[in-house]
């Protein structure tokens, strides 16, 4: 069924200095809108021009990285019949985490390795003003998400937030907040990451045990981003949060940046 999803509408940001008026009201795909970015520059010359430009900026302070066996495939989730996690999480110092990802390329069956909403201002000082963006209101902060091909289960973000690629390409499927009974949310007092999670594994839903979830996904949206583009109302403004799933789809060091945007900003959605 994830062949028949709609697709989420994409505009040409070439140019665009604001926001338009389709951004309001559903998800939309802003085609090239960071690609003047430098990080963006870097990534698309190699995956260690995109790690040595990161290193230009990083701080010492260390980062939270999440790392799954090979026979996971790549998703980060509960283990079968069990609230225990299929992953590990440790600290450890960004370049570290950085090599271990470019080690892990030429593995046909690489170990999924992520770093999920590192701070940039607290860890990247200074990134977040080489790369600003346009689209945000003042005062939002920057996040980054560094890993390889990752599979994340469908939910539903704490926070309003955009996401933009800086470097390989993710895919995004995206649920109206009407949908949240047919995505079978997990017991709240324990999750992967402490966002609600559909228990559904989205490419490969066992509808027979999930069966509304079926239905979902007739409501559901899909976009695809490569590097330089920005997908907005991931639930940033409009008229209900969006719950959405996120596929990294290829080998290698991927890079994406999220901006957490603060409530009080929202006033002019």
Known sequence: MLDRLKRVQ???????????????SAPLVLRGAV???????????????????????????PVSALVAAPTEGGRFFYRPDSKAMNFETAPGL???????????RADPHPAAIAMQAVSAPDCLPGLEEENSNRFVPEGSHARVWIGNAVKINTHFDLTYNIACVAGGRRRFTLFPPDQIENLYIAPLDFTPSGAPVSLVQLTNADHTR????????????????????????????????????????????????????????????
């Open 210 to 269: 999930y069966p509304r979830h079926a239905e979902a996904l007739r409501h559901a949206w899909e976009a695809e981003l490569g590097p330089g583009c920005e997908l907005h109302n991931l639930s940033v403004v409009g008229p209900g949060a969006r719950v959405g799933a996120g596929n990294v789809l290829d080998h290698g060091l991927r890079v994406g940046a999220g901006q957490h945007i603060p409530d009080e900003a929202l006033r002019f959605s």
């Open 94 to 104: 960004l370049p570290d985490v950085l090599e271990a990802l470019l080690d892990q």
């Open 35 to 61: 690609a003047d970015w430098p990080f963006v520059r870097e990534a698309r010359r190699s995956d260690e021009a995109a790690v040595a430009y990161l290193g230009r900026f990083y701080n010492g302070r």
């Open 10 to 24: 994409e505009i040409d940001a070439t140019g665009l200095e604001g926001l338009p008026d389709e951004a309001s």
